[in-house]
């Protein structure tokens, strides 16, 4: 499993340094939850005052969208696994 036929991980070369993501989709799916944890949170400190309500609406609309990208990265995880002949091995429906 060591050679680069079964890497599934992502590797990014940053110079002389490299940054390898293993389960990119897991990985994609946690960092999407956290853009909706900040866009909620920034749209809730907006709402404070008056003027910024446009900009905290904006913040809820944001944080809306990536809730429906959500079961997108879900979906995409399954089919790729399918598609290159696995099982997905894990039992949980929210990741």
Known sequence: MGDDAHDRSLRLHLGPDELVIRQRYEALSIANDVLIALWFLVGSI???????????????????????????????????????????TESSSDF
């Open 46 to 88: 907006l709402f404070f005052w008056e003027q910024t309500m446009t900009a905290a609406t904006w913040c809820f609309v944001l944080g809306s969208l990536e809730f429906l990208l959500r079961p997108g990265i879900r979906l995409t995880r399954m089919v790729h696994l399918r598609r290159r002949g696995s099982e997905p």
